[in-house]
């Protein structure tokens, strides 16, 4: 059973900065997809970016590019989110989650296994 769980959500000033983090257990991840995902209040879930566990490649929407960034720790198992440059409108619960195969995609339902979800909120 794959776990996931995330770390290191807060409250920070607009223009400020947060890393979050993304402790995987249970398996090997090789053939994996790591997503961030994120949902504010009476909002639809979506996607922020993600990153092929083998090879690095990752994947951003539009909104983030350019601010956020997404690398993995093999060693630790671990994937991050470095947020800069925060905005109000970044404020949300953020989760990860986990797919099998290599397709880079910010398709919700294509994602296996989901951790807990960490709140960050970016005040004006």
């Known amino acids: 059973q794959v776990q996931l769980v995330e770390s290191g959500g807060g409250l920070v000033q607009a223009g400020g900065s947060l890393r979050l983090s993304c402790a995987a257990s249970?398996?090997?991840?090789?053939?994996?997809?790591i997503g961030w995902f994120r949902q504010a209040p009476g909002k639809e879930r979506e996607v922020v970016g993600a990153i092929r566990w083998s090879g690095g490649s990752t994947y951003y929407t539009d909104s983030v590019k350019g601010r956020f960034t997404i690398s993995r720790d093999n060693a630790k198992y671990t994937v991050y989110l470095q947020m800069n440059s925060l905005k109000p409108e970044d404020t949300a619960v953020y989760y990860c989650?986990?797919?099998?195969?290599?397709?880079?995609?910010?398709?919700?339902?294509?994602?296996?296994?989901w951790g807990q979800g960490t709140q960050v909120t970016v005040s004006s």
């Open positions: 989650a986990l797919r099998w195969g290599t397709a880079l995609t910010g398709e919700t339902r294509r994602y296996d296994y």
């Open positions: 249970g398996r090997t991840f090789s053939s994996s997809v």
